[in-house]
Every structure is written in C-alpha cells, then in structure tokens.
C-alpha cells in the first residue's frame, strides 16, 4: 500500500492507496472513508482469546477491521481520535507501540499484545503494549505533535510514560521512579518514567491523552459530582 498523510500536523487523516485486491487492517472505529467498491470486513483477529487480550490490555478494539480494494483499486482514509500528526513506520521485524497509537497497518502485519512495564496496573500509562509483526507499513497516531529521537549505542532518554508512542525492537528500556515515595508512585502512576538505552529509535507525542483526561475531569462539573 501507498500511504498518503494529509492535514498533518494538527489534524492528520491517513489516506491508504490500494492496489487491486490489496487489503489493509485498521483499527475498529479509525475508518474516516472509503472510495467505492472497497470490502469492509470487522472480526476478531487471531481467535477470540488473543483478540479479548488486546483489547482488554493493549487498549484496543476487540475487532480489527479489514479493508480490501475492488479490481480497480480504491483507497481507505483513516483518523485517530484525538487530534494530532501520524506518521507511516516501515516494519521489518517488529515494533512496540503504546496503547492508542496503533491506527492502521499493511496486511502483512500482525497486532498483537505485549507486557511493558507494571505502571497500567496502578492506572497510569504503559503496560501493555501493542505488538507489531512481519514486514510492511504500519500508521501510527500521536496527540499533539511528533517527535522522533535516534538513540546512538549507550546513549539515554528519560520520557514520560504518556508521551511514548512506540519504540524499536531491542531498544533497552526500564521503568524508574523519579520522585516522591514508592507505594504513592505506585499507587498513582506519578513520578515513574521510561529510561531508553540506544542503539534504538522512539518515537514520542508532544501532549499526554492522560493528563487531558485528568484536566477535563477537574473542569466539568459533572465529573466532580
């Protein structure tokens, strides 16, 4: 596939161009629009227990939907649900990806689940992560604007759980605490970070979905009933 980015930065939408017959995974919900004629198939991938997996701790959708072009070709547009930039990443080999960054991928990719860290247990960012497979595009979306950093061998970054995107496969990394007492960070998520290692590459979102969420829930009156 062809992927075109368009309305970048703040409001990115990701335009798939598909040869005959070629087929896409997005997703569920992602879809923006289709050109005509293109199949659109919603199940669950890889059986029922390793799709409730990643939805119950990837943090997405139970369904994968599928989208296969007619024998003229067609395209998919595809859009996060926050606003921000996406960007298209060449998969050869793997990928690890923070949970709502994966928007949509080449059908030669698998999506699956992995554990990265304890801090989703205690609510905060991180945790599980989504998996990605094989070879070929994969879309990811950020909140904000995207920032991509290449780690030389040895060399360090100290990120905020929230603002990971994704990361290369063998990127060393370990989950620290930075500030206050142990049982509060925690209890909390505050206060524990990622530390990457190179050599590696991260990719990393300019505002944090979480601490939106936090803010909104200080400011609408309902939530404080």
């Known amino acids: 596939m062809n992927v075109e980015i368009r309305h970048a930065p703040s409001f990115a939408v990701a335009r798939a161009i598909l040869q005959p017959g070629e087929a896409i995974r997005a997703e569920s919900g992602a879809m ?3 050109s ?3 199949d659109i198939e919603a199940r669950a991938r890889g059986g029922m227990i390793k ?3 990643r939805s ?3 943090g997405e959708s139970f369904f994968v939907t599928t989208y296969t072009a007619p024998q003229q070709g067609g395209w998919v547009d595809c859009a996060a649900r926050l606003p921000g930039d996406c960007i298209v990443v060449d998969v050869d080999g793997a990928l690890n990806i923070s949970r709502g960054s994966y928007l949509c991928s080449a059908a030669g990719v698998e999506i699956d689940t992995r554990w990265g860290g304890f801090k989703n247990l205690f609510g905060g960012e991180g945790g599980f992560l989504v998996h990605a497979t094989g070879h070929g595009q994969v879309v990811l979306s950020c909140y904000g604007a995207l920032d991509v ?3 030389s061998a040895g060399e360090s970054l100290v990120l905020d ?6 990361y290369s496969e063998g990127t060393q990394y370990q989950l620290r605490k ?11 998520g505050e206060g524990l970070v990622f530390e990457f290692t190179g050599p590696g590459r991260v990719w990393m979102q300019s505002r944090n979905p ?4 936090s803010w909104l829930t200080d400011v609408l009156p309902f939530t404080r009933e």
């Open 32 to 34: 923006m629009a289709t």
């Open 36 to 38: 005509q004629g293109v």
């Open 51 to 53: 799709s409730l997996k």
């Open 56 to 58: 119950v701790l990837g």
């Open 149 to 151: 950093l290449d780690l």
């Open 161 to 166: 759980s929230g603002h990971m995107v994704a």
């Open 178 to 188: 930075v500030a206050g007492g142990v049982i509060q960070s925690l209890k909390s």
């Open 210 to 213: 979480n601490e939106f969420i």
